[in-house]
Antibody, heavy 120, light 110 residues
Framework: EGQLVESGGGLVQPGGSLRLSCVASGFSFSSFCLSWVRQAPGKGLEWVAH????????YYVDSVKGRFTISRDNAKNSLYLQMDSLRAEDTAVYHCVREVSSATPWFDPWGQGTLVTVSS | QPALTQPPSASGTPGQRVTISCSGS????????VYWYQQLPGTAPKLLIYRDNLRPSGVPDRFSGSKSGTSASLAISGLRSEDEGDYYCATLDDYLNGPLFGGGAKLTVL
């Protein structure tokens, strides 16, 4: 089945940085593509970033390109999201998700999420 | 900018059948599979339907998905109070480099 557990969220000032982590268990981590999906308070879901199994292919939603970097460490079963130049509009719960089929919105399972708040 | 349109809300009484629509275009729903997610209050989203109309193991057959042209629908039969929550459709779009979600529909069981 698999499980994903995120950490690293918190309160950060505009322009600041934060690094999110996601640890996976219960499945062959290196065999799957992964994504980050966020949800602003009271709003809908938004896909943020994708990374392929080996880490060589990465895609981002336009609003975070150049500011966010997705990476993974297959030896540690871990996914990361480095977030720089944070803006108020980046405030959201960030979920780590496994892509059942590469580069599709077939996401299962989802982590419980970690809250990022960008505010002065 | 490509978009998936869902009604903001839907409602029904226990035992009823409700449907939630997801409207797109030829570049997204028209050429790609549709996925549905259920988000119960205070929880993470959960996969409900994949590849238009398939249910993961553990999802009751009260939930069904369908697609026609550039629109998709989620049907919930035998509505229960525990079905209250938000429902999202998702697909790919030929002009985007990642998945696209609908705005979500809040289901209320009256």
């Amino acid at each position: 089945e698999g499980q994903l557990v995120e950490s690293g969220g918190g309160l950060v000032q505009p322009g600041g940085s934060l690094r999110l982590s996601c640890v996976a268990s219960g499945f062959s981590f290196s065999s799957f593509c992964l994504s980050w999906v966020r949800q602003a308070p009271g709003k809908g879901l938004e896909w943020v970033a994708h990374i392929k199994q080996g880490g060589g292919e990465k895609y981002y939603v336009d609003s975070v390109k150049g500011r966010f970097t997705i990476s993974r460490d297959n030896a540690k079963n871990s996914l990361y999201l480095q977030m720089d130049s944070l803006r108020a509009e980046d405030t959201a719960v960030y979920h780590c998700v496994r892509e059942v089929s590469s580069a599709t919105p077939w996401f299962d399972p989802w982590g419980q999420g970690t809250l990022v708040t960008v505010s002065s | 900018q490509p978009a998936l349109t869902q009604p903001p809300s839907a409602s029904g009484t226990p035992g009823q059948r409700v449907t939630i629509s997801c409207s797109g275009s030829e570049t997204n729903i028209g050429t790609n599979y549709v996925y549905w997610y259920q988000q119960l209050p205070g929880t993470a989203p959960k996969l409900l339907i994949y590849r238009d109309n398939l249910r993961p193991s553990g999802v009751p057959d009260r939930f069904s998905g369908s697609k026609s042209g550039t629109s998709a629908s989620l049907a919930i039969s035998g509505l229960r109070s525990e079905d209250e929550g938000d429902y999202y459709c998702a697909t790919l779009d030929d002009y985007l480099n990642g998945p696209l979600f609908g705005g979500g529909a809040k289901l209320t069981v009256l």
